[in-house]
């Protein structure tokens, strides 16, 4: 994910105080905080207090420190919206003037802002330099804070290189003991791993003792892109093939992982072969439903994941409904599955006290996409009176379609229903097909 500063509040306090309050702007779930603070004085001590922010402020590292010049960073990452308006309250063990300010960044791992961090203090130069600092992780970039003390009123703006931009230009006024903050940011550069984060040379009007810092800001991991493939149904104890793809934007893909998510009841979680590769095979041994998942893991840890079902399906002798209107009764072969598989010799069977007020309900296996035909047997158990048979399609509550037979006798009826293209365009949800059968004389 791309860094970036959404606000900033510059704290510029004219007159000395032993405490000082900034409101923290409005903010996101997961972004992060960075308070600069500094005055020209040294041998004192920070407080902060962050009226319960959902992640405190800590401090970057121990105060940067000399005679007439100090500097300190607070961080915090990972806040809430809830954050917004909350006050932070800086408390100092002197009365001084401040300047400094409180940035808002967005896109830092949620972990912890501050990746790598480097601090010193120098003499009084219109130069000052922040320090090297080395990057302990890949993609980072760099956040520059100066502080500077002056003994003069007269204070213009300060700025750094290009490649930098200014988030805080704040100063004291007065007359003595004056103090300027300069902080900007560079997110452009991809830093790597053990590469050495350069020095900034900021400009300044006058010379100054400053304190100056260097922090390296890492991005937040984006966890890698996975697509499992297209849903199978394939016949039981046919070797299936899955192939899906896994791609990381801010990173590389190290390694990914095909598992079952669920298995039909009872039934032992078949091999896959290949499990570590973008194609796997496995061979389904019972009917029903597979749901695999393949998960992709990131060279920062992160993982992401996707999930591809396969509906493995049975054929078995012909099966048909038979009505004599008083009750459903099974008719061809012995094992006869609640369900209709798509391509292959429909198979079904329920019985039924009142088949005219509780229907033939059939849950279908779903149905890959595109044509779909559905082949049935239907028929009376005597040859008077005739029955009617209807049948509905339905996905949920929602009627796809229906099919109607008069007449029907006991010469059993082989029905074909091939579904149109606007039929089949309104099935959406392949897992939620029934079939209801409804007789009547």
Not at 344 to 359: G, I, K, L, M, Y
Request: proline share 5%; hydrophobic share 40%; aromatic share 4%.
């Amino acid at each position: 994910m791309s860094l970036s500063v959404v606000s900033v509040v510059e704290i510029n306090e004219p007159t000395s105080a032993a405490t000082r309050d900034v409101v923290v702007p409005t903010v996101q779930d997961g972004d992060a905080l960075i308070l600069v603070v500094g005055a020209a004085s040294g041998g004192i001590t920070y407080t902060v207090t962050d009226d319960g922010l959902s992640e405190s402020l800590a401090e970057v590292d121990t105060i940067a420190t000399q005679s007439g010049a100090c500097s300190q960073v607070f961080t915090a990452a990972n806040l809430v919206a809830a954050d917004t308006g909350k006050t932070i309250s800086i408390g100092s063990s002197s009365t001084l003037k401040i300047s400094g300010g409180l940035v808002v960044i967005r896109g830092a791992d949620t972990a912890g802002i501050v990746d790598a961090f480097a601090k010193k203090t120098a003499g009084g130069t219109t130069t000052p330099t922040t320090p090297q600092v080395v990057a302990t992780a890949n993609g980072v970039g760099a956040f520059y804070v100066t502080h500077q003390s002056r003994g003069t009123p007269n204070i213009s703006t300060l700025s750094a290189d290009a490649s930098v931009t200014k988030d805080i230009d704040a100063f004291t006024g007065g007359t003595l003991s004056l103090s300027a903050c300069f902080a900007g940011h560079d997110f452009t550069t991809v830093w790597n791993t053990s590469d050495t984060v350069t020095a900034e040379t900021i400009t300044s009007d006058l010379a100054g003792i400053y304190s100056a810092w260097t922090l390296t800001i890492k991005p937040a991991n984006l966890p890698p892109d996975v697509d499992a493939g297209t849903n199978q149904a394939v016949p039981v104890d046919t070797e299936v093939t899955v192939t899906g793809t896994a791609d990381d934007t801010d990173g590389t893909v190290e390694s990914v992982a095909w598992t079952f998510d669920s298995v039909p009841a009872g039934v032992t979680p078949p091999t896959i072969t290949d499990d570590d590769a973008l194609t796997a095979t496995f061979t389904p041994t019972s009917p029903g439903t597979y749901v695999l998942r393949l998960t992709a893991t990131d060279n920062d840890a992160a993982t992401g994941s996707a999930t591809v079902t396969v509906w493995a399906t049975t054929t078995t002798a012909h099966a048909y409904a038979v009505s004599d209107a008083g009750g459903w009764t099974v008719s061809g072969a012995a094992d006869i599955p609640a369900a209709l598989a798509d391509a292959s010799d429909a198979s079904f069977a329920q019985s039924s006290e009142d088949p005219v007020s509780d229907p033939l309900v059939l849950a279908l296996d779903p149905m890959p996409v595109g044509a779909k035909t559905l082949n049935y047997r239907l028929g009376m158990a005597e040859p008077s009176p005739t029955g009617t048979f209807v049948l509905t399609l339905k996905q949920g509550s929602t009627t796809i379609a229906t099919r109607t037979h008069t007449g029907v006798t006991d010469t059993i009826v082989d029905g074909e229903w091939v579904l149109t293209a606007g039929e089949n365009a309104l099935i959406t949800d392949p897992t939620a097909l029934t079939l209801t059968v409804t007789a009547s004389v």
